[in-house]
Nanobody, 125 residues
Framework: QVQLVESGGGSVQAGGSLRISCAAS????????MGWFRQAPGEEREGVAC???????MYTDSVKGRFTISKDNTKNTLYLQMSSLKPEDTAMYFC???????????????????WGQGTQVTVSS
């Protein structure tokens, strides 16, 4: 059974940094697209960043230059390094894995088949 488990969330002041992680079981990162998504209360889930099996990356405009997605295939772990955090980055952050539909990574949540439970990131001003 595939499991994705996020960790590393927390509270930070604006301008600070956090790194969140997503560890997987029964799933191999090296052969599929992965993504980070976030959802604030009352908002729709939005794509933040994604990474292809060939390491190509994509970011939503609001995080370009501040967030970096990466993965360690040997540890089956996905990371999101977040810097220069802003209060508007406050949300539950989810990792997602392709279930075999994608040729390239995408920031469209509905195209991912596996999801973690999320980790909360709170940025105070």
């Amino acid at each position: 059974q595939v499991q994705l488990v996020e960790s590393g969330g927390g509270s930070v002041q604006a301008g600070g940094s956090l790194r969140i992680s997503c560890a997987a079981s029964a799933l191999t990162y090296s052969s599929r697209s992965m993504g980070w998504f976030r959802q604030a209360p009352g908002e729709e889930r939005e794509g933040v960043a994604c990474i292809d099996k060939d390491w190509s990356t994509m970011y939503t405009d609001s995080v370009k230059g501040r967030f970096t997605i990466s993965k360690d295939n040997t540890k089956n772990t996905l990371y999101l390094q977040m810097s220069s955090l802003k209060p508007e980055d406050t949300a539950m952050y989810f990792c997602a894995a392709d279930a075999g539909r994608l040729h390239y990574c995408t920031l469209v949540p509905s195209l991912y088949g596996y999801w973690g439970q999320g980790t909360q990131v709170t940025v105070s001003s």
